[in-house]
């Protein structure tokens, strides 16, 4: 075969045709030439149309380390003349001269709402602030009031009082509808830089970056660097299709991977932390693992797919015998779960109270039940107590299994060993069980995993465990370094909130 040759047609309108010839038979080989094949011939009106909504988040809180705003006394050379001089003027310094001095932070946000004054940012923007400052385009600023945050997806609202300024405020679009290749426009504060644009194509979309229990990020090239945090990703109609809020980078500037929470998942919150104040998530009750090839097989499915249920939660909406351990969930609500992590976030974003019918995979056969969901905030207090009752009861004997931070934790005994496969040279606490929505599943942490020690102290057992981790508690501590051990001994630490 000779090779083709393509001849470009002079452009005169968006579906102009590529010719190629070649000896594919006697006639010519025609194919439609993509529209916007080399991008679009300018975003400025755009740009322009929607740069008012798009807003600088400033935030400010009292400086870490010593509390003190005393500048450090300089080291000068041994028996330098001015030692004295030195010595009089740092030890003097005037107490008020000593206060804290404010740590400031810039994200980006946007509003949504130029009425009620409603602005959308990210969480980690505005963490831990003890004041919250809209920055407009035009130079104009509005104090901000805190409505609610969401960690699990890292979604923040705010609201400024919109009678003191005229606001704009763009809408969300649908992220489902957008397409690998489809161009995007980013607009935000990247290093401080205020209405910055730049546009790219989804590179990808459905991405699990380890973040939080619900990643479904849609990846793009558009340039994404610090400081766009909370900013919007548009599509080419102007709607919010993703909010951005990471990027993959070994220098902290953008190399072309950038991901944003997808509409779809932060409409949801937004209104609900508008409304409430908090988030209202359903809630299953149940632990899963992933289906392997291997489980796939034994179970008689044509494919590796859905959330193999490995407990039910005692308590919890399906604690009637509806859903049993050993059971596959491969549809929820009319929705397929092709992956185990599919489940939680469908799950999470259905109604508290609403009737599902689940279809689950029960010794080879297909069955569909009836589910009312709980809410997954009460799960959390559920855990809570249960991890408080285990507490207790090892004052009057020892404990052989707990629950805690997500994790159910069991002595290391044979049985374990030959359940997991774990080496003999290994030592500590195994996890037995992980709950689908706890920090413990968002870090990546797995049943099989062995405890071996908790912020540096060993631990050897589930009482050892939880005892280490409530003194860390009354440090005040806010998190918990855990080195983990796999089957094989390969160790790795994980840090997770107990807040």
Known sequence: MTPLKILRATRVAPMALMLAVGTLGTAPVLWP???????PASVADLAERLAGAVVNISTSRSAAGSGSGRVPMPKLPEGSPLQDFFDDFFQEQPEEERTPRPAQSLGSGFVIDAEEGIVVTNNHVISGADEIVVNFSDGGKLDAELLGVDTKTDIAVLKVDASKRTLQEVPFG?????????WVMAIGNPFGLGGTVTVGIVSARNREIGSGPYDDFIQTDAAINRGNSGGPLFNMNGEV??????????TGGSIGIGFSIPSTLAVNVVD??????????????VRIQEVTDEIAESLGMQKAAGAMVSGVIEGGPIDNGSIMPGDVIIRFDGKDIEH??????????????????????RKGEEQTVQVKLGRLEDSEKLASAETKDDAAEGEEGPVSSASVLGMHLAALDDEARDRFEISADVSGVVINEIDADSVAAEKGVAPGDVIVEIAQATVSTPKEALDRLEELKSQGRRNALLMLASKTGELRFVTLRMD
Request: hydrophobic share 40%; net charge neutral.
């Open 33 to 39: 030439r993509p529209a916007m094949a080399e991008g």
């Open 174 to 182: 649908n992220s489902d509808a957008m397409r690998i290749g489809d």
């Open 241 to 250: 299709i993703g909010i951005n809020t990471a990027i993959i980078s070994p």
């Open 272 to 285: 609900q932390l508008r409304e409430f104040g908090e988030t209202r998530r359903g809630w299953l009750g």
């Open 340 to 361: 185990m992590r599919d489940l939680p976030r469908i799950v999470a974003e259905s109604p508290v109270g609403k009737d599902v019918a689940v279809t689950i995979v």
